[in-house]
């Protein structure tokens, strides 16, 4: 068997069809650029969906893994110890954040601080019921599959959590469905897999009045559109309007897997007592990826890779325009092209891979293509990358 074909045997698949059948083997990846194991180069659209903000391989990154690896890796579950990596990036990172937010739990994903988040929610308001919107995708464990936005994703794997409501994003009126018997609302402040899709400032506002009205805990979910993706550090700074909770994951650790739901200590307490050990983990925080994120921020913030955002943003909307395309929506670096057709957006994609550029779609947009590049792309590779997409636009019309 060659290596495609061990790959579909032996490695679990999500699909009948990953990357709509286009092979793609990397041998290395630096910056911007993946290079198979043929040699030919690929430009990262999508940044392995908000990972790579800083670009693959980032010279600091690597050296932040390669000093802290051979200090120490795993010492204990997460909680015992007083690690100097963590204490480090949680004391750096609550300079960054408004006074409430804090005090960073380590997790190891985003879906893995979601289910925290959901419990401290739970813990502190002792209520039940969470709500969540149409079309958010807030990871696939058991508790964040409860608060999807779609049923199709869900269905197959009821019962799933009680309580859970699922109301119309960026209507102000549904938000009266939030009462005294809300635990937490968790939001993406700039939807992902809906396929890129803002909240409205008055919305995310009248969210915050009401969660502070009735005590209910307010999540902001920043696992796809934080670490500077959006033209800010956090998509929240665009808003007037500060969580009870952030979520992050991603692009904090700089290519390695770390995530933390962060919120003030009297709120984060709850966790320490009633029971004991209310929420614990074996990896969360590892001292290697602890290190990786901490190199990221320093990176996105001397740099202030923030800003490259917007630029990014302006050289997609000023030098895309195809009569195929029937929508553009970006805010920042995140972004989707809608085709408003599934078959056209396949085809476009499927010719971008084959031609050098990387990208994919959105798990509730199929008909729009995902740009979300590494913030450190070069004016010339994200140019080089439209002109392949418009050609590729231009064979499928
Ligand atoms: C907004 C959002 N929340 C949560 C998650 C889940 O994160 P993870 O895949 O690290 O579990 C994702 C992943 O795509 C996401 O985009």
Not at 197 to 208: D, G, I, S, W
Request: aromatic content about 8%; proline content about 4%.
């Amino acid at each position: 068997m060659n290596q495609r074909e061990l790959f579909l045997r032996h490695v679990a698949q999500t699909s009948d069809l990953p990357l709509l059948g286009v092979d793609v083997n990397i041998q290395s990846a630096n910056g911007s650029i993946l290079k198979d194991v043929n040699g030919k180069e690929y430009i990262d659209l999508i940044s392995g969906i908000s990972v790579s903000n800083i670009g693959h391989c980032h010279p600091k990154v690597i050296s932040a893994i390669n000093e802290q690896s051979q200090k120490y890796m795993h010492l204990m579950v997460y909680g015992e110890f007083n690690q100097s990596p963590q204490v480090k990036y949680a004391t750096a990172l609550s300079k960054l954040l408004p006074e409430q937010l804090s005090t960073v739990y380590f997790t190891t994903s985003g879906s893995e601080a979601v289910e925290g988040a959901l419990k401290l929610a739970k813990r502190v308001t002792g209520r039940t019921e969470l709500i969540s919107f149409r079309n958010a995708y807030h990871g696939s464990s058991h508790g964040a599959l409860s608060v999807m936005g779609d049923e199709y994703f869900k269905s197959s794997f009821r019962p799933l959590l009680p309580d859970v409501k699922v109301l119309e994003f960026n209507n102000i009126k549904a938000l009266e469905s939030i009462t005294s018997r809300t635990a937490a609302v968790i939001v993406e402040p700039i939807q992902g897999e809906a396929g890129i899709r803002k909240a409205n400032h008055e919305f995310l506002k009248t969210l915050r009045e009401k969660c502070t009205e009735l005590c209910v805990i307010l999540i902001f979910d920043e696992i796809q559109c934080g670490f500077g993706r959006t033209g800010t550090l956090f998509a929240f700074e665009q808003f007037d309007v500060v969580p009870d909770v952030l979520l992050i994951a991603k692009g904090m650790g700089g290519g390695l897997p770390i995530g933390a739901f962060i919120s003030s200590p009297s709120l984060m307490s709850t966790l320490t007592n009633n029971p004991v050990l209310g929420h614990i983990n074996t990896f969360g925080g590892n001292a290697v990826c602890v290190a990786a994120a901490q190199a990221t921020i320093e990176v996105i913030v001397e740099e202030k890779l923030f800003l490259r955002a917007k630029e990014i943003e302006d050289l997609v909307l000023k030098n895309l325009q195809h009569p195929l395309i029937k929508e553009i929506r970006m805010h920042g670096a995140l972004g989707a092209i809608d085709f408003g057709n599934e078959t056209v957006n396949f085809k476009v994609i499927k010719g971008c891979i084959e031609n050098g550029v990387i990208s994919d779609w959105f798990l509730f947009c199929s008909t729009a293509m995902r740009i979300a590049p590494p913030l450190t792309i070069t004016d010339k590779e994200l140019l080089t990358a439209l002109e392949t997409l418009k050609k590729v636009l231009d064979a499928v019309s």
